[in-house]
């Protein structure tokens, strides 16, 4: 039986008409550095039809690819709703990947034209040369444009191209599972692969956003939207901000303490989503620099794991609550977020939010042991996440399929390894690649780690799967000690054996100076591997 | 370009699985009389496999529709859950119908079985010689169903059907725009009408009723659930209570002030929703009977217009906020939701609070002039209110397409005639029919019975159109006077003129003694202008 239901698709163009209309005066802040420009969302609603008129007259066609190389803030949330809204596909590209990848991602997903922060200028003529689709760059903001200079191609400054067109667009029909924006992962291995969103999943994402179990937005909203533009779509936070009517406060480029500190004081946020990195350096600042921070109630943080001491902090100095959240460029992003349930206070309730979160009802998550068998939601049994739902790509850009290595018929696999409760919680403890997978069981390093690092004489430790005969891998412990502490490896393996299963102890030790460590801090496992590969770290063996 | 996001249905059977698991632990209260039996979602999750294992075994197959005459419980949660998750179709039949039209609507939908509480035992058993239809009753509770009987009926006990049946189910793959549940209006005229909800529309509803700026339904809400089940799906909260974990406390059939006051104090519910009579009622005996209501903080009054004055009592006495919301069966029902705007406060946010609410992104609106055109939302041009959106019927069951009188272009007409302000906000002010269509303009009948009624001298005043050679119709005022207050036509006509337009004035007027009433105690606007037609008014004349 069909229903009698309307078969409205779910499109970006509606985001865009009821934020710029219903929620017209909701504002959008720009931090300029000394203080924010204000617009509204109407204004910003007849920009984003002028805007498509420009890009229609510069032959922007059908599904065309439009880049944007933009900071946060107004004109990038006008390009967000524009582009997708006439039909055209936005693509954020990442200002921080390095030039090889960003001409990579540009030509793979053959941008037409790119909008540009005047700011970012010198870095698109680094790459322009090798962009063999660009034909159009559009500039933000004033700047000198001599060096974006390029056969076939045109620069077009953003206020002169769309002053005097008309304030409104006729929004075309558009299947609600076509792409509406792309999204590249910058893997630390290979070319980037690309996402496409639909409208579909981008409506469904923003209403996710905006449920009270997720991040609440709505119109007594003022959204300090750090998490940034050019990745994973800020989380969705523009999107669901328009659909709900909660205002931004946009940083631009200016995301140090100071400024931050100053947006607070100055544009009264009473929510914040950011990486973990921007808080502890913002908690410094406002622990040497009383701030009113006082607007400012919660504060989403995601993107790496959030320290549980940073957390304490915001809530007992602030009266700021940091909520962690966990999620995935590949998952729109949002993945689960980590509220505490009905009734639990105090440490359990901590205990909830140390936790990447819980999973809404449109991302379903299962734990795949390391034979490919499906284990329980217990909180105890740990195996690769795997999930699926609307909101989660089905595959890679380009790819003739389901690449294996990254899905598992129809579910996603996360490449982190943890456990998931009853009751929806995930708590992830690896990367897949580092977990230890001995004799058809799976080893976490990093619990092993936590582990160690409570020895009173350990300052760090390492734990990487080493090749073993009988057990296929094998967990090595590489181990810095503290300055005039000692201790050894039959002493250590004593302390473990009392923390985890007599099988999970380590055979291998060594003790080293320093853990090498990469680019932006984490442990370099690769490195450690290879160090025992050849023979370059001085092991102790022992049998249990 | 197609995007690459998995084609993930959104399925009733996901919101259970999710509600059972992750939720498992949040709770059904169902009221008895004396107290509260208590059950899971995990438990609620158990039963529904067992029920959907008994109806497949009663040979419920494909798209069957399953009736329930039920009050709000937990049996009725567990069959809302149940039967789209198997693929057939729920049919919720309203108790408050005629005989005639519970008739008409079992068979028109051909439901297969019939869901019932043991309470409800005589009113099925008053009309089960009619239903042409069902081979199945299902009873829930104890009580003598002797009264059951007819030639291929079985009569099956709810508890003796489930038992012992498999606590999962492998719910089927559905399409997502497959009928899920089936809700006819009772229309004062004629047949009732029916709607078919589809899998994705009551998804989508009930995300929005998650959402902040909706009703923000999440784990940490306790959801008394007064708005009946058999009527327009609860608006949505049983759904959405399982998507989002809160909480629900059901009421089953103990709807009136004393019992709901008690639920209130001994379950401690922090949210309700319910129609203003019930709310009327529950504010006399709270006042009278000291009860302590502090869990509850917001209650979502619909259905009809919420008088002012009920609002503020509950703010003022009982720190309760009564939110104004509107809706109809037609979409789903949501429609708008009356909360002030952000930096709004004192009575301009109670003029906000006081209209029939805001519409969200996914209920496009629009106010269509006497002539079938678009007017602007600018809170001053009074047409009727059309609206369209993934949660809104298209048409009515059975019928070859829209009925034009019903429909526009895509559209639904609502009936209802007001305003519609730039900001999104609705003001109904009278049904069409009742709206007085004067030379092309469009006079509220409303509104000058409001104005009447202000005059100390009147008690009771009701304005119907009626037929005018020159401009179509004009109004008709009838007017009830106070104990031994006296006045006239063309005092009462100048009274007017300073508060409505001059065009608007009545020239027809007759004092009587009372105005016909319907029975649920609303002016009788049809008995009225039949009275004017047949000559039995006395009419005074006057000429502006």
């Known amino acids: 039986m069909r229903s009698t239901m309307m078969k409205t698709p779910l499109l970006i163009s509606r985001i865009l008409q009821h934020g710029s209309t219903v929620h017209g005066d909701s504002e959008v802040a720009t931090w300029t550095g000394e203080g924010a420009r204000h617009t509204t969302y109407a204004e910003v609603g007849r920009e984003a039809a002028r805007l498509a008129h420009a890009l229609r007259e510069l032959g922007v066609t059908g599904d065309e690819r439009v880049g944007t190389l933009m900071w946060n803030n107004a004109e990038h949330l006008v390009a967000y709703l524009a582009v997708p809204s006439m039909g055209a596909v936005l693509h954020t590209l990442n200002l921080r990947l390095f030039p090889e990848q960003l001409i990579y991602i540009a030509n793979h997903a053959e941008d037409r034209v790119v909008i540009v922060d005047s700011t970012l200028i010198p870095l698109l003529a680094g790459v322009l040369p090798h962009l063999s689709t660009v034909r159009h760059i559009v500039v933000c903001g004033a700047g000198d444009t001599s060096k974006l200079q390029k056969d076939g191609v045109e620069v077009h400054r953003w206020d002169e191209l769309l002053q005097g067109r008309p304030e409104t667009y006729e929004w075309p029909d558009i299947d609600e599972d076509d792409a509406a924006a792309l999204c590249y992962t910058s893997g630390t291995t290979g070319n980037p692969k690309g996402v496409a969103y639909s409208h579909r999943s981008i409506y469904l994402h923003s209403m996710e956003v905006c449920m009270a179990e997720s991040f609440g937005l709505g119109p007594l909203v003022r959204d300090l939207c750090i998490v940034p533009m050019f990745h994973a779509m800020a989380w969705g936070l523009p999107y669901a901000a328009l659909m709900s009517g909660a205002s931004l406060i946009m940083p631009d480029r200016f995301l140090q303490a100071e400024p931050l500190a100053k947006m607070i004081e100055v544009e009264k946020p009473t929510f914040a989503g950011a990486v973990p990195t921007i808080f502890t350096d913002l908690l410094a600042y406002l622990d040497a620099h009383p701030t009113d921070t006082s607007s400012l109630r919660e504060v989403v943080i995601g993107g790496s794991a959030c ?91 380009g790819e003739d399929g389901p690449d294996p290595d990254k899905f598992d018929n ?98 291998r030790w060594s003790f080293i100076e320093a853990v090498p460590k990469t680019s932006v801090g984490k442990f370099d496992k690769k490195r450690v591997r290879a160090d025992y590969a050849g023979g370059t770290l001085e092991v102790v063996q022992i049998n249990g």
Chains 1, 2 share one sequence.
């Not at 977990?435 to 430790?461: R, T, Y």
Request: hydrophobic share 40%; aromatic share 8%.
């Open 307 to 397: 320290p549980p001491a940073l957390m304490h902090a915001y809530a007992d100095r602030y009266g700021i609550q940091v909520i962690h959240a966990w999620g995935m460029t590949e998952m729109s992003p949002l993945g689960s977020v980590a509220r505490a349930p009905l009734g639990v206070e105090g440490p359990e309730a901590w205990a909830y939010r140390y936790t990447q979160g819980r999973i809404p009802a449109s991302v379903e998550g299962r734990i795949v042991g390391p034979m490919g068998e499906v284990m329980p939601n217990d909180g105890k049994a740990v195996g690769e996440l795997q999930v699926r739902g609307p909101w989660i790509t089905a595959q890679y850009i």
């Open 410 to 507: 129809g579910w996603l696999r996360t490449g982190d390894v943890g456990t998931l409760t009853p009751n929806g919680y995930l708590t992830l403890t690896d990367r897949a690649k580092d977990v230890i997978k001995s004799g058809g069981e799976w080893i976490s390093s990093v619990d092993l780690e936590n582990a160690l690092m409570a020895h009173p004489a350990v300052l760090e430790a390492c734990v990487v799967g080493v090749p073993d005969d009988k057990w296929g891998e094998r967990p090595l412990a590489t181990v810095v000690l503290k300055d005039g502490a000692s201790t050894d490896a039959d002493e250590l393996r004593e302390f473990l054996a009392g923390k985890v299963a007599r099988w999970q102890l380590p055979e």
